[in-house]
């Protein structure tokens, strides 16, 4: 295992009068190139994993604003008042606070559902050089087990379930055909979540300049950290081109 990166905790307004807490990984201000990774680990072992990949995007001189959106999101947010959109506002947050900062090109990845709001929030982000989404579902009967769903009362998975159908009527699909980022579609062959077949519909759905990375044996969860540093490898020498033109 690679040693961690150092961090700062950041903060800046989110939705509804909330305030967002994100780590800025080094080098800081110091760096030419910025990326926002968005997630949704919120267990103890899967943000080692997020560490993990800020850490081997730092080495390559990409310093990264790591946020867990999962968090945000269920500040003051009920299970049943839960939309997709407010990742999306939260994304749009995070995005504004480093153009304001740093008035850079900036690489946006997005783990599983997150990697949705990624790919939608990005077409009000001007100064993306680059998307990666890594384990994101493009088939709307996935989301529902990525929120922990089957531990809530019916009634309330229920009304999980239509929020999330509600969000996901728009198809995904007919976005990205309109997307005009260089796009990396990073995907394990053994997601035991969502299955690889997203990954080849997300690809196939996208313009050029885009590619697809298949990853052998990482779970759904990023708890490998030698195949989470591969990634990150993987993924900063795909997006530096990008972000140096």
């Given at each position: 295992m690679?040693?961690?990166m150092p961090?700062?905790?950041?903060s800046f307004?989110?939705?509804m ?9 080094y ?13 949704s680990?919120?267990c103890?072992e899967?943000n080692?994993?997020a560490?993990?990949?800020?850490t ?8 990264t ?23 999306i ?18 690489l946006?990845?997005g ?12 077409q009000?982000?001007?100064n993306?050089a680059?998307?990666?989404?890594i384990?994101?579902?493009a088939?709307?009967a ?17 009304e ?5 159908e ?6 995904l ?7 005009n ?6 995907h394990?062959l ?10 080849t519909?997300?690809?196939?759905a ?20 030698s ?19």
């Amino acid at each position: 295992m690679t040693t961690s990166m150092p961090n700062r905790e950041v903060s800046f307004p989110g939705r509804m009068n909330t305030r967002i807490v994100a780590h800025l990984t080094y080098p800081y201000e110091d760096g030419k190139y910025f990326a926002i990774f968005a997630h949704s680990l919120n267990c103890a072992e899967a943000n080692k994993s997020a560490q993990e990949l800020a850490t081997e995007l730092g080495r390559a001189g990409i310093s990264t604003l790591c946020i867990n959106l999962a968090d945000s999101n269920s500040a003051g947010v009920s299970h049943q008042s839960f939309k997709l959109s407010n990742y999306i506002q939260d994304l749009l947050m995070a995005y504004e606070y480093l153009d304001k900062n740093y008035k850079t090109q900036t690489l946006l990845i997005g783990h599983s559902i997150v990697g949705v709001a990624v790919l939608t929030a990005s077409q009000h982000m001007p100064n993306v050089a680059a998307i990666a989404t890594i384990a994101a579902p493009a088939d709307p009967a996935h989301i529902s087990h990525l929120f922990g769903v089957a531990q809530v009362g019916s009634k309330e998975r229920d009304e999980v379930r239509l929020a999330v159908e509600r969000a996901q009527r728009v198809s995904l699909s007919h976005q990205l055909s309109y997307l005009n980022k260089p796009y990396l579609v990073v995907h394990s062959l053994v997601d035991e979540v969502v299955d690889f077949e997203n990954a080849t519909d997300l690809f196939n759905a996208a313009r050029e300049p885009k590619r697809l990375l298949p990853v052998d044996t990482l779970d759904h969860m990023m708890t490998r950290p030698s195949e989470v540093q591969k990634i990150g490898a993987e993924i900063a020498s795909w997006a530096l081109p990008f972000l140096k033109k």
